[in-house]
C-alpha cells in the first residue's frame, strides 16, 4: 500500500521568510502524481502545486515551489517570502494510476504559522 | 465548470441517532467520488471511494457507510452514531490522477 509521510508535525516562519516542508511517499509505481494541498482555518481543501512523475522538472507556482527526488521519494515543499495568509495545514498527497480507480493518499498534515 | 456541494456545513446528533451526509457535484459526468473523514489534528482519512453507480469500496472498517444512487450523488450514512464518529467529513470528486476537488466539509459532533 501507498504511504506518505510528513515527518513535522508543526513548523514556523516569520513573514517574508522561506521555510520548507518535508514529504516521504512509498510506492512501487511510476505512473503518479504528488501533490501539496493547503487546508487554512475555513478548511476548505486548496491545491497548492502537483508534481507528475515522469517530469524531473520540479513544479513551481508563483511563490511555491517543490523539491522532486524521485529516487528518494522524497517531495518537499518550499515557501518563499512566507505571507501571513500562509498560515494552514499543508497536506502531501499522492495519486498514482489504477485504471480509473484512482485514491488520493494523503500524510497526516504539517501545521505552518507565520508570524508577523 | 464542476462544483461540488456538500450538506449540512455543522451536525450535532446524540449517540445513537442516524446519520445522512450529501455530497453532489454539477458539471462532469461519471466523476471518481471519495468520502474523507479528518479527525481533530490528524491527517485525511480515506473511508469510501466510488468509480460509479452503485460500486462503492471501502477503505476501513467502521461504523458507517456510503452509497451513490446516482452519477453525481454520494451519501454517507450511518445507522447508530458512536462517540467516535465526530470528526471533519469532506467530499471529493476527480477524473483522473491529475487532481481532486474538495466539498466544504461537514463538522460533525456526537453528543
Known amino acids: 500500500a501507498q504511504t506518505v509521510t510528513q515527518s513535522q508535525p508543526e513548523m514556523s516562519v516569520q513573514e517574508a521568510e522561506t521555510v520548507t516542508l518535508s514529504c516521504t511517499y512509498d510506492?512501487?509505481?511510476?505512473?503518479?502524481?504528488l501533490f501539496w494541498y493547503k487546508q487554512p482555518p475555513s478548511r476548505q481543501m486548496i491545491l497548492v502545486i502537483r508534481?507528475?512523475?515522469?517530469?524531473?522538472q520540479n513544479a513551481t507556482e508563483n511563490r511555491f515551489s517543490v523539491n522532486f527526488q524521485k529516487a528518494a521519494k522524497s517531495f518537499s515543499l518550499k515557501i518563499s517570502d512566507s505571507q501571513l495568509g500562509d498560515t494552514a495545514m499543508y497536506f502531501c498527497a499522492f495519486m498514482k494510476y489504477q485504471g480509473g480507480s484512482e485514491k488520493l493518499v494523503f500524510g497526516k498534515g504539517t501545521k505552518l504559522t507565520v508570524n508577523p | 465548470s464542476q462544483t461540488i456541494h456538500q450538506w449540512p456545513a455543522t451536525l450535532v446528533q446524540p449517540v445513537g441517532s442516524p446519520l445522512s451526509l450529501e455530497c453532489t457535484v454539477e458539471g462532469t459526468s461519471n466523476p471518481n467520488l471519495y468520502w474523507y473523514r479528518q479527525a481533530a489534528g490528524r491527517g485525511l482519512q480515506l473511508l469510501f471511494y466510488s468509480v460509479g453507480i452503485g460500486q462503492i469500496s471501502s477503505e476501513v472498517p467502521q461504523n458507517l457507510s456510503a452509497s451513490r444512487p446516482q452519477d453525481r450523488q454520494f451519501i454517507l450514512s450511518s445507522k447508530k452514531l458512536l462517540l467516535s464518529d465526530s470528526g471533519f467529513y469532506l467530499c471529493?470528486?476527480?477524473?483522473?490522477?491529475?487532481?481532486?476537488?474538495f466539498g466544504q466539509g461537514t463538522r460533525l459532533t456526537v453528543v
Open positions: 471529493a470528486w476527480s477524473y483522473d490522477i491529475r487532481e481532486a476537488f
Open positions: 508534481q507528475e512523475a515522469y517530469k524531473q
Open positions: 510506492t512501487s509505481e511510476n505512473n503518479y502524481y
